[in-house]
């Protein structure tokens, strides 16, 4: 899995001019899942991002996490992020799973990051058309990808 996180003051996604999901101060997580990813996958992701010490404490110092801040999660499947872009200028797909691996492995993401937090997650849906507005907040955007564990 792949994941970016943006740190954002308010992020929403739109989808046919419905605003389908907002959140204010938290992470904004775009989520790329491939055939080979696991629940160990979502497991690792899930705790390293609520773990993850990006927000800023009295000292201005990013020494904070989702937890200790109480921010919420807004979460947008995003299958280009395993575009491959070695040959030609077309990106490829392939890395990318079907929707018949990729929506429970979402869904399960989405109820583990529920867990990790203790609150509500805010998302997407799967497959659609969506718009994301975001307010980037340092700005603060971080990739991760499960299988190399940087």
Known sequence: MRLVIQRVTRARVTINDAVKSAIGNGLLLFVGIEDADTQEDIAWLSRKTVNLRIFKDEHGVMNRSLLETGGDI????????????????????????????????YESFIK?????CGKE?????????????????GPVTILIDSKKKE
């Open 112 to 116: 583990q990051l529920k867990l990790d």
């Open 74 to 105: 807004l979460l947008v499947s995003q299958f280009t992020l395993h575009a491959a872009t070695a040959k030609g200028n077309r990106p490829s797909y392939l890395g990318a799973a079907k929707p018949a691996i990729a929506v429970p492995l």
């Open 121 to 137: 997650i805010y998302a997407g849906e799967f497959g659609a058309d969506m718009q994301v507005e975001l307010l980037n907040d």
